[in-house]
Structure formats: C-alpha cells, structure tokens
C-alpha cells in the first residue's frame, strides 16, 4: 500500500538539517500530497568528538542510529552525506535514491590566504581526514598538519580563532549552508581528489519496503548513479572506509566513464593515481579495474595489506 506519510531519520548538525529538509522538499514536489516530515536523531559520530575518525574507526559511524530507527518503524527513510556511507551497507538496506550531485571539489579556507601556494613555509592546515592530509603532504611537505573535528560551522569558527592558518572542507557542505564565500579556492581533479561519493546526497530505506522504494526512486539521479557506484565500487576493493586515504572522481560523458583513483601516505605524502574508461554499464567493472591498477602500482602497503 503507497504509505500517506515518509518519516526522515536524520543527523542533527546544520548540514544534515539542510540536505534532510532537501530531500523532503524535493519529495513533496514529485509526490504532491504527500506528507514528509523530519526526525532528528542523534549518532556515535556526533557524540565522540575528542577523536580523529579515523582512530574511532567503525564503518558508518554517522549511520547506525538512523538505521535503528527505520527498523524500529520509527522512520521509512535516512538522508545522508554519500561520502559518510560505507562501500558496504547494513544487510536489509538499499540506496533507492541518489541525488544530482553538487559541486564535488574540496574547499581551500582560510582569512589570511588565498590558496594553498600562498600558504607560508610550515603554516598550521586543519584536517582530520587521511585523504586531504596524504595531498597536502605530497604538494607542500613544509606545512603543520593539525586535527580538526566538528561539524562545518564548529570548524570555521576554529579557524576563525586563530588555531589555523587554513582548513580545508567540501565546497558542497559549504555551498549548502549558504557559506560559499568561505571558499578562497578550489582543489580540483586531476591534482586533487574528493572522496568516493562526495557531494552526493543518498536516501537509504529497507529493501522490504517497495511501496517506500517506489516513491523515493523518483529522485534518483541516473548520471550521479553511474559515477558513484564506480568511485564506491574501487574503495570497496581498496577496502574503503574514512580510515584510509583514498580519493575517486568519475565523469561521465556521451562516451562514457573516466575513473580516476588515488591511494596516499599520509607520513611520506607519497600519492600513486591509476585511471580507466568504460561503457556506461560497466560502473562497477571500471572501479574494481582502477583498484586494481592502484595495488598494481604498490598500494597495497600503503593501505595496510
Ligand atoms: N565528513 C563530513 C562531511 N560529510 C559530507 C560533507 C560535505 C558534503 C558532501 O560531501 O556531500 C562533510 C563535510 C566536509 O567534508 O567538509
């Protein structure tokens, strides 16, 4: 029976507010009559701040909760950041819906610097992630990396104090928040590269719910779908989870998928990239292929095989 009513489980930092109240946006409009309400929760993710993520470890630290929550029939839905959802999910649930997606670059911050050249020998870079830590270190070995965790807004305002001299985030979480004049520069494929899924929002639900399904596949986004399982499917064999240092970006064309893939180290700041094409139906295929290439070239090691 097509439900009357679709319950959002969602994080409760701005960020998760605004793409959760997207989702529901973009969910009455499709579905007119439709009743769409929010249901903020709170996540392990959230709650342990006083750590890197990668030292907190567990897959889908940000998702268990909301999962709780549609099992318990509490929710029919849950909104998330796709970089923050495991190559792997939960058994019994699915991704029906990935949204177009935003601009995937990561963003250079900063009050005193334009970008990362402008930067001072040995100045202070917050970031907690493995993946912009490992590029930094490979363009400018000098620099001071320091922890940063928090939502978005708690990390501006550590900038702002003064513990930085620059911090890099998404330049989607930012452009969300209507905070797109932080950004003083962009850090772009082919030098730079986003997480796997970066700046794609996906709608999870039960696979035993096809009347759900149903309605929240209207938003799914065929072109953002193709590109995603590829950059998903290489972290999967690179055995991806925030706690290595991998980057992906896939574009996709008349011609095709270009998938390109990096594994760094973050202490060395040593970067091995491979890329590949394929059909557009080979998504998969090409992100197992890129994987591939990359233990080829020695990423084993580096990831801790
Ligand atoms: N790990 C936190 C997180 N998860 C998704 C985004 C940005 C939005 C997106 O990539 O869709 C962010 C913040 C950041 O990295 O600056």
């Given at each position: 029976m097509t439900p009357t009513t679709l319950r959002i489980a969602t994080r409760k930092s701005a960020l998760a507010l605004w793409q959760a109240e997207h989702v529901a946006a973009e969910l009455r409009a499709v579905h007119p009559g439709l009743l769409v309400e929010l249901v903020p929760l709170s996540t392990r993710g959230d709650e342990i701040l006083d750590k890197p993520l990668a030292t907190i470890?567990?897959?889908?630290?940000?998702?268990?909760e909301l999962e709780v929550a549609m099992l318990e029939g509490r929710a029919e839905l849950a909104v998330h950041s796709l970089k923050d959802v495991p190559a792997e999910l939960e058994p019994g649930f699915v991704l029906p819906a990935i949204l177009p997606r935003a601009d995937a670059a990561d963003a250079f911050?900063?009050?005193?610097?334009?970008?990362?050249?402008?930067?001072?020998?040995g100045a202070r870079v917050g970031t907690s992630s493995l993946r912009r830590q490992a590029q930094l270190r490979a363009v400018r070995p000098d620099l001071t990396l320091l922890d940063l965790r928090g939502n978005v807004g708690t990390r501006l305002s550590k900038l702002d104090a003064g513990h930085y001299d620059a911090i890099l985030l998404a330049c989607a979480g930012l452009e969300r928040l209507g905070l797109?004049?932080?950004?003083?520069?962009?850090l772009t494929a082919p030098d730079w590269l986003p997480a796997p899924g970066q700046a794609a929002i996906a709608i999870e639900a039960r696979a035993d719910q096809p009347d759900v399904?149903?309605?929240?596949?209207?938003?799914?986004?065929?072109?953002?779908?193709l590109a995603v399982t590829a950059e998903r499917a290489m972290n999967h064999v690179l055995g991806g989870s925030c706690t290595v240092p991998v980057g992906a970006w896939c574009t996709v064309t008349e011609r095709g998928l270009h998938l390109r893939g990096m594994v760094g180290d973050v202490s060395s700041g040593r970067l091995l990239q491979a890329e590949a094409e394929a059909e557009g139906d080979q998504a998969e295929a090409l992100g197992r292929q890129v994987a591939q290439a990359l233990f080829d070239k020695g990423a084993g090691p580096l990831l801790g095989h």
């Open positions: 470890g567990g897959k889908g630290l940000f998702l268990k911050v900063s009050n005193d610097y334009a970008d990362l050249a402008a930067l001072p020998l797109a004049s932080r950004i003083r520069s962009r399904l149903a309605l929240l596949h209207a938003l799914d986004d065929a072109q953002t779908r």
